[in-house]
């Protein structure tokens, strides 16, 4: 009964440090999406998965940001060369359906990400 | 474009006065999704209601309900009788039928602190 968990829960990288942050879904669900939530903001969308395909990457603020979901469960989000504009909470979320449905998103704690 | 307007940014009652919170949402789409998230200190989100454009039915659950309108594009949160646990900030989100994903569009929250 396990929820979505993310990891590292917080993360300091100096500005130009590569970070890779994961997220482990609920087991069984088939959309995934990462959010980016700065501070006293919304979060805001950045990418969608349906199993392993990336189906929309319109959010992802630079081609610094990468997402990856290779076997269909855990994902990992990848920033390169970070900056301070990258400082921001990462949300991750998992719903069981596809597209076809309105599932509500369940989502992890979150990763408390800093640039310095 | 959809946007989510969450008007109130904080909010701060004392115990047991009712609340109301405000959410007012733009789409082009006829069908679409509207939810409520709570984001306690801890910092998960967590999912409170999900409705159907098509179901204006207000629904109450506890000490929660909505309220929703079509005619002026609003879903608005009532908490009666608040009590301290209910202090975190509040989300209204959208997702309407654009795309081949249902990603969310959140309004930037209002604060609700209830103080004893």
């Known amino acids: 009964g396990a929820g979505v968990s993310q990891s590292p829960r917080y993360k300091v990288a100096k500005r130009g440090q590569d970070v890779a942050l994961r997220c482990d879904p609920i087991?069984?669900?088939?959309?995934l999406f990462w959010y980016q939530q700065a501070l006293g903001q919304g979060p805001e969308f950045l990418t969608y998965f349906q199993n392993e395909a990336q189906l929309d990457k319109s959010g992802l603020p630079s081609d610094r940001f990468f997402a990856e979901r290779p076997e269909g469960s855990v994902s990992t989000l990848k920033i390169q060369r970070t900056q301070q504009e990258d400082s921001a909470v990462y949300l991750c979320?998992?719903?069981?359906?596809?597209?076809?449905?309105?599932?509500?998103?369940?989502f992890g704690p979150g990763t408390r990400l800093t640039v310095t | 474009a959809q946007k989510v307007t969450q008007a109130q940014t904080e909010i701060s009652v004392v115990e047991k006065e009712d609340v109301t919170l405000d959410c007012v949402y733009e789409?082009?789409?006829?069908?679409?999704?509207l939810f409520w998230y709570k984001q306690p200190p801890s910092g998960e989100l967590v999912f409170l209601i999900r409705?159907?454009?098509?179901?204006?039915q207000n629904e109450i659950s506890g000490r929660y309900s909505w309220n929703f309108q079509k005619s002026t594009s609003s879903f608005n949160f009532t908490i009666t009788a608040s009590q301290v646990v209910d202090s975190a900030v509040y989300f209204c989100a959208l997702s309407d039928s654009g795309g081949s994903n249902y990603k969310l569009t959140f309004g930037k929250g209002t604060l609700l602190t209830v103080n004893p």
């Open positions: 979320a998992s719903s069981s359906r596809t597209s076809g449905s309105r599932d509500e998103q369940y």
């Open positions: 409705r159907n454009s098509f179901d204006e």
């Open positions: 789409t082009r789409d006829t069908t679409y999704y």
């Open positions: 087991s069984g669900h088939v959309s």
